[in-house]
């Protein structure tokens, strides 16, 4: 459907739901929904669970008034469509790609379009941090390599400051990641600071008690999910409120929410201080054979230690 039918149609309504293909920016479907002045939650409801059944293509819709269905929503929403398809080709490039290539993209700030410097860099050392970061610590020049992006200028604030939470945890320095903790957090950066506590294992009982409160207290359950990992890599350190508040407030019944819980709370009485008699510990993860530091981060969703 071209733009100009599009409008022809919506005019037909007090309200529309527009549907594109969000891999080609395409028009699909215009559709009457309900509206202000004529309600009809059910309708749109059923337009909401038909829009991924208008093909085997991926979609997305708007409802709209009338009065906003012009040329330049119409085809900003396209161009929207085309941009995020081509982000998602590049992370699958990234994905593929070695470290190396990777710090040379960050060094030289070589971002494609509609990529940008700030706020696309914390993605690769998202992605460098949790998959990636046995192969650094195996190539210690690679490694140096990495620890330099630190320098001024290479990185936007935020992105620094996950460079820096990713390296006290390769470093297993646990006084350090607090200490940064403690400074200027980026909201951003919060989950990042609750995966960092547990992988290295923190024994501090101010942090614990916070990951317990984060758990017991939070309204939104993607933080909630991040503390209950943490403490399940804690293990008995975190003590029995901990425990206490997994089993109390994580009620979720999905399959993956589920078998992160039961992982959380079976490691409780397998994780040991560490010491002669516990598993090796490189950045602060327990290093069983053929664990990286990515899987042990999300082990909930890809099985136990």
């Known amino acids: 459907m071209t733009i100009e039918e599009a409008i022809r149609v919506a005019n037909r309504f007090a309200e529309c739901f527009v549907v594109w293909r969000t891999d080609t920016g395409e028009i699909v479907s215009v559709e009457a929904a309900g509206s202000s002045k004529q309600p009809d939650p059910n309708r749109n409801m059923k337009l909401l669970s038909e829009m991924g059944s208008k093909g085997t293509f991926p979609t997305k819709g708007r409802f709209l008034p009338v009065a906003m269905v012009t040329r330049e929503l119409l085809q900003h929403e396209a161009d929207e469509c085309t941009r995020l398809n081509r982000r998602s080709l590049i992370f699958n490039q990234w994905s593929a790609w070695p470290p190396a290539r990777l710090i040379e993209i960050l060094e030289r700030r070589e971002f494609e379009r509609p990529f940008v410097d700030t706020g696309d860099a914390h993605i690769i050392l998202d992605h460098m941090f949790d998959l990636q970061a046995d ?67 923190t024994e501090d009982p101010e942090i614990i008690a916070e990951l317990i409160d984060v758990v017991e207290r939070s309204v939104m359950f993607g933080p909630r999910r991040h503390a ?30 589920t078998s992160s819980e039961s992982w959380s709370l079976h490691e409780f009485p397998r994780r040991r201080r560490r010491g002669k008699s516990a598993p090796p510990v490189i950045a602060g993860v327990c290093c069983e054979p053929g664990r990286g530091l990515g899987l042990a981060r999300h082990v909930g969703r890809w099985g136990s230690c």
């Open 135 to 201: 192969e650094l610590i195996a190539q210690p020049a690679l490694l140096e390599r990495f620890r330099a992006l630190s320098r001024p200028g290479l990185l936007d604030e935020r992105a620094g400051l996950r460079l820096a939470i990713g390296l006290a945890v390769l470093d297993n320095v646990p006084a350090r990641l607090k200490a940064m903790y403690r400074g200027k957090v980026f909201r951003s950066n919060l989950w990042d600071f609750i995966d960092a506590f547990g992988d290295v294992r």
């Open 228 to 257: 209950m990992m943490a403490l399940g890599k804690i293990g008995p350190a975190a003590g029995s409120r901990a425990v206490d508040a997994l089993r109390t407030h994580i009620f979720d019944s999905s399959p993956e929410v």
